[in-house]
């Protein structure tokens, strides 16, 4: 079973790397740009009838940051 | 003082701790590797070193604060053993949730390397009892992700509870607060991202670094 997580940063967390690409993005003359967020997506491919529950526990316990972070689960 | 060193895969400035911690307690540290379940029961000191453990995959310090090893530092910080975190230890201590707060990428997107000022905080902890309260020392860093963060809320309690070991006295990286180094409520866990093990003698111009571990040694021994 193919899952994706999507790891993004919390709102208010200031994302340095998308202020770069936000500059770049300007620099290369696309003005109506207005903000960027990086985050990441990670596939994971789990066995058939793996918990919701455990999937939550993986992204609380290593995939995201909470602090930071948050997440969001899409199955495939 | 018989002290431990934990040595994750991508540590590297584990021998430049075992020889700061070597010199001032006179006693080789043991190296611990990061596969092992336990740390030696007689260990007074338990050092996270700094490198870039696992390559930082996933986030700085994430995989090797879930590392076997890490499960006993918890346990044993819990217990009232002292830890320091430098550089990525203080990142893996934060993802171990010893200590508050995330380390998040500079806010220059910089590597920096180089000397800063710090300022004593006024927290007397045992890390900081080689320094007067609001000295200012000069320690050398060198991260890309030493950019702390946390939320307000957090910020003001870890004030409020004098929780911050050390401030950067310049700009540095984008730190909340200017924080370079902080305790967990105990006392007893120090992150910070400068390096003291690198100012250790007159050949690295000057021994602010030194004190820390001197400090530290007369407070636990």
């Known amino acids: ?76 | 003082m018989k002290t431990a060193v934990v040595v994750f895969p991508g540590s590297n400035c584990d021998r430049d701790i075992a020889v700061a911690l070597e010199q001032v307690t006179g006693t080789k540290p043991v190296m611990v590797w990061h596969r092992d379940a336990t740390l030696p029961d007689d260990v007074s000191l338990v050092a996270i070193p700094g490198g870039f453990s696992y390559g930082d995959y996933l986030r700085s310090g994430a995989i090797a604060a879930r590392s076997p090893i890490m499960r006993d530092v918890v346990d044993r910080a819990g217990k009232g053993l002292p830890v320091l975190g430098i550089c990525n230890g203080f990142q893996v201590l934060t993802e171990a949730g010893l200590l508050p707060g995330a380390l998040m990428r500079n806010a220059g997107l910089d590597f920096v390397c180089r000397d800063v000022a710090l300022t004593v905080g006024e927290t007397r902890s045992i890390f900081t009892t080689g320094y007067s309260a609001g000295e200012t020392v000069r320690v050398p860093v060198a991260h890309h992700d030493g950019n702390y963060v946390a939320d307000p809320e957090t910020l003001d309690r870890i004030e409020g509870e004098g929780q911050v070991a050390f401030r950067y006295a310049e700009r540095v990286n984008g730190s909340a607060r200017d924080i370079a180094g902080l305790v967990n409520t105990a006392g007893n866990v120090l992150g910070m991202m400068p390096h003291p093990e690198r100012r250790i003698e007159a050949a690295h111009g000057g021994d602010d670094g030194r004190r820390l571990f001197e400090g530290l040694l007369r407070a636990v021994a």
């Open chain 1, 1 to 76: 079973m193919k899952l994706t997580i999507h790891v993004t940063l919390k709102p208010g967390v200031l994302d340095p790397q998308g202020k770069a690409i936000e500059h770049a993005l300007s620099g290369l003359g696309f003005s109506g740009v207005h903000g960027a967020r990086v985050g990441k997506l990670i596939e994971l491919d789990v066995d058939e009838g793996t918990s919701d529950a455990d999937v939550e526990a993986m992204c609380r316990k290593l995939l995201a940051n909470t602090v930071i972070e948050n997440y969001r689960i899409a199955r495939a």
